[in-house]
């Protein structure tokens, strides 16, 4: 009897790591993009269906093409003061928090000149420089004005928020802490071009994330990582051409035109998702030298930039995270100070 209990104790701490490390998935369809969900674990299962409730209603209530949506019920306000949820506040006070920081690289009033671009909708074409000048009138996100005290916004008549740049984001953030609330510690998720993971492996090792070229459809490296999120804005996610020319759906605020500021992609790595996912889109917009220069004043995340002569820039934090593939092992890296 004496020796049984150790063996019974050994195989009760067996089935329970065993059943602590079983894994669950799910892929689903959201925000335009194929979304795939990874849980470990006992309450992964569970996880796993709060999530895909949670991202259902996340896409109903963001979307713009959808006109149920908060967003719409926004835009449609004209000038007048709207209640909304807790969710949108807290989304729209993050989006002119970080139109703030980036010097309005990220405006989430750019709406209609995206939707001039057809980059909303699907109709590509390139409008008149008048067009996009008037348009340009209508875009300030500093216009949006947050009453968090009683849960209302308002934005000027005829101006429209959207939130591509970072809806994926933040709702990476909001299934990560429900995740966490279900009890969950080991979690992956793919929402498009943002991975977020919680925690480490089960086993205790890192996660490899793959990160895109944007060279071609392979992948241009592999990442490292612990309970971050890892976001990467390229011009080769959407684009359309015209006589010779590439347009692709990064837009410039100060322009109204596709950001050609000799990046090719942008991968951004911190804790949260929407900032992570904010950043990429804006220090693609700022190009090389300004996202450097953003990161020394502002620290708290490190990045991938890679240019349009094919150069590889990280910042030191990812040294010996980041592995280029063999594909691409022959790219001047360079660990910026
Ligand atoms: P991302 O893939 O996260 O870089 O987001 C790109 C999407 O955000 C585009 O498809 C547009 O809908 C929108 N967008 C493009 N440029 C900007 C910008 N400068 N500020 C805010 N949203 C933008
Ligand atoms: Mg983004």
């Known amino acids: 009897m004496k020796k049984l209990i150790p063996c019974i104790l050994a195989l009760v701490l067996l089935l329970g790591c065993a059943s602590q490390e079983q894994k669950h998935t799910a ?30 209603q996340l896409d109903a209530q963001l979307s713009l093409t959808r006109e149920d949506s908060e967003t719409n019920a926004i835009n449609g306000s004209n ?23 980036t ?21 590509y074409r390139v409008p008149e420089p008048q067009e996009l000048a008037d348009l340009l009138e209508r875009v ?14 308002s934005l000027p008549e005829n101006m429209a928020v959207s939130f591509g740049a970072i809806a994926k ?41 793959a990160l895109q ?26 684009y359309f051409q015209q006589e010779g ?15 050609k500021s000799g990046l090719v992609s942008v991968t951004i790595v911190c ?24 990161w020394c004043t502002n620290g708290g995340f490190e990045a991938i930039f890679v240019t349009d002569d094919n150069k590889v820039y990280i910042t030191p934090g990812l040294e010996g995270s980041f592995t280029l593939e063999k594909a691409y092992a022959d790219l001047p890296l360079t660990v910026v100070e």
Not at 29 to 46: C, F, K, N
Not at 83 to 98: C, K, Y
Not at 215 to 236: I, K, Q, R
């Open 103 to 123: 010097g309005g690289a990220l405006d989430v009033t750019l709406t209609p000149v995206i939707q001039a671009w057809g980059f909303i909708g699907g109709d």
């Open 213 to 238: 070229s944007p060279f071609g459809s392979d992948y241009l490296g592999t990442l490292e990582v612990e309970d971050v999120a890892v976001v990467t804005s390229g011009g080769y996610e959407r």
């Open 27 to 56: 892929t689903i369809l959201a925000m335009d993009t194929v979304m795939t969900l990874t849980a470990y674990g006992s309450q992964g299962e569970t996880a796993l269906t709060q999530a895909q409730q949670l991202i259902n």
């Open 140 to 153: 300030d996100y500093q216009k949006i004005s947050v009453d968090t005290a009683n849960n209302t916004m």
């Open 245 to 259: 020319e590439t347009y692709w759906h990064i837009i410039d605020p100060a322009t109204g035109y596709p950001a």
């Open 271 to 294: 804790d949260s998702g929407i900032t992570a996912d904010g950043l990429s889109t804006a220090l693609f917009v700022m190009g090389l030298e300004d996202a450097l220069d953003y």
């Open 79 to 101: 000038g007048e003061s709207v209640t909304v949820s807790a969710t949108m506040l807290e989304l729209v006070r993050q989006s002119v928090a970080l139109g703030d920081s």
């Open 169 to 209: 984001g933040y709702t990476g953030d909001l299934v990560m802490e429900q995740m966490k609330s279900a009890g969950v510690t080991s979690a992956i998720v793919t929402l498009g071009g943002n991975v977020q993971a919680l925690g480490r492996k089960p086993d205790g090792s890192l996660w490899n994330v």
